[in-house]
């Protein structure tokens, strides 16, 4: 299973109330819950780089699926310490900013990739379409 490829976002559920426990402010929230991005992921020698585009913020993480803490800066602009592992045909993404964990799961099957956002309580589902 390719955990790679194009991906536009085609259904959100929950988006705004997952960007609230995460911290993201009112204003940031209200634009980032309008937004359709469109995601790219890419592999080169066991180094994944994800490659999220939208219109008004485009944002890029390189990581080994290891493990291994790396340092990112979000798309509303603070800093995280994550890291990301690969189960089956799951990138599982943890990030903590300050106290706050939250736990991303992009699931592919076949041209869908779902993605899974949870913290604290609150999950929001995302599904994606694959375009190449």
């Known amino acids: 299973m ?10 959100s559920e929950n ?17 980032a819950s309008t ?12 180094v994944y780089t994800i490659k999220t ?6 944002t890029e993480i390189t990581f080994t699926p290891d493990g291994s803490e790396f ?3 979000t798309a509303d602009g603070r800093k995280a310490k994550s890291s990301v592992t ?4 799951k990138l599982i993404h943890v ?5 706050v964990t939250s736990t991303t799961v992009r ?13 604290q309580d609150v999950t929001s589902t995302r599904e994606y379409k694959k375009t190449a």
């Not at 390719?2 to 085609?10: N, Q, V």
């Not at 690969?86 to 045909?89: F, K, L, R």
């Not at 990030?95 to 106290?99: E, T, V």
């Not at 699931?107 to 913290?119: A, S």
């Open 15 to 31: 988006f705004d109330a997952y960007l609230k426990a995460v911290g993201v402010n009112f204003a940031k929230r209200a634009i």
């Open 95 to 99: 990030q903590k900013i300050g106290d």
């Open 35 to 46: 937004m359709k991005p469109t995601i790219e992921i890419s592999e080169n020698n066991g």
């Open 2 to 11: 390719a955990l790679t490829g194009k991906f536009e976002l085609e259904k």
């Open 107 to 119: 699931e592919f099957n076949g041209d869908k990739m779902t993605v899974v956002l949870t913290c």
């Open 86 to 89: 690969i189960e089956g045909n």
């Open 71 to 73: 340092e990112e800066d």
């Open 53 to 58: 585009f939208s219109v008004l913020k485009n």
